[in-house]
């Protein structure tokens, strides 16, 4: 004997998993970008605590936004899946959505592009290539915080196309911004590099200039096309009221904080200790605290290196008020 299903009292539209999908699955990266980047925070305190002030005050900052941004979204999602599921009323409503993606993804975004702007300042000893990433970043905020009082204003997200002008300059700012970082870092970094002549059989500092160079290029290249896509997105949205953005969008602040994490904990060296662990030896206090198995890798640091003065210049640090560039290990112990 089968049931019948009751019909639903009222009418959903024919594309609503296209309208609502999309900031639920955005939600849903953000959260597990929040994990990645905690993660990475812990690792980096971990690590390097001998950093200077200033970038550890960076991070901390960068952290609580994103903690508010998680927390309001979480917020957004439960009013519109759970407290108002079914109704698209809840939906359309702007609510606070303004402030926790647009707010502080806009702010976020301008902190790291401005610390990337500091670091080839630095490199490079000239102003121009930082001016103009900067002066590109500021013209993104900008059209951030106004696109962001525009979607305050509005009363339906869905019917409302007067923001598409000022989204579509910050997208395009933004990822603009990060190409330019991407090719300044790269070049500067490759011009400053000391020649394998003047190093002899040494290779420490090319493989660190190497691998600086490729973190570069990934973080700048995967923010970028997250902007441009998201930029489609918003244009697509234009013609359509489906709201495939949202997705994008939702997930940019974690991106950029998640990227700029790991670009500081890309000096950590990762190596594997083949200690025999067992459940007793966790309980008997015989395995090595965390504190104490995070130390200082001096026959591998590149400031032995005779060119130190040159060396420090092409660090990720780019000077002695940055982070401190000597590479750290990270031993852990695994089961055997």
């Avoid at 579509?168 to 002549?197: E, F, G, H």
Wanted: glycine share 4%.
């Amino acid at each position: 004997m089968t049931t019948e299903i009751p019909p639903l009292p009222f009418t959903l539209p024919f594309n609503f998993a296209a309208i609502v999908g999309p900031e639920l699955l955005g939600g849903c990266l953000s959260w597990g970008l929040y994990g990645i980047f905690s993660t990475q925070v812990y690792m980096y305190l971990q690590a390097f605590t001998e950093d200077a002030r200033m970038i550890k005050a960076l991070v901390f900052a960068v952290f609580v936004a994103m903690t508010v941004q998680i927390i309001m979204y979480t917020d957004t999602l439960w009013q519109v899946y759970a407290a108002g599921f079914g109704n698209l009323a809840p939906f359309d409503l702007v609510g606070l959505s303004w402030f926790s993606v647009i707010v502080i993804e806009g702010i976020v975004a301008f902190t790291v592009q401005s610390f990337y702007a500091w670091r080839i300042s630095i490199i490079s000893t000239k102003k121009l290539p930082s001016v103009l990433i900067m002066a590109t970043a500021l013209v993104s905020i900008v059209s951030a915080m106004i696109s962001a009082a525009h979607s305050e204003l509005v009363e339906s997200k869905l019917n409302s196309r007067s923001i598409d002008l000022e989204a579509n300059l910050w997208q395009a700012c933004s990822a603009v911004c990060d190409v330019l970082i991407a090719v300044c870092m790269t070049y500067y970094l490759k011009r400053r590099a000391p020649d394998r002549s003047e190093l002899g059989a040494s290779n420490t500092v090319h493989s660190v200039v190497n691998k600086i160079i490729r973190v570069t290029i990934e973080t700048g290249s995967f923010t970028a096309a997250v902007n441009i896509v998201t930029l489609a997105l918003n244009i697509f949205s234009h013609f359509s009221h489906v709201t495939y953005f949202q997705c994008a969008v939702s997930t940019l602040t974690g991106i950029y904080a998640t990227t700029f994490m790991v670009v500081l904990n890309s000096r950590i060296k990762f190596s594997v200790s083949s200690l025999s662990t067992t459940w007793k030896d966790t309980e008997s206090g015989r395995l090595t605290p965390l504190g104490n198995i995070m130390h200082r890798d001096n026959s591998s640091s590149v400031l032995d290196n005779r060119r130190e003065g040159k060396v420090n210049a092409i660090m990720v640090e780019g000077s002695d008020s940055a982070s401190r560039s000597d590479d750290m290990e990270f031993s852990a112990t695994k089961e055997v």
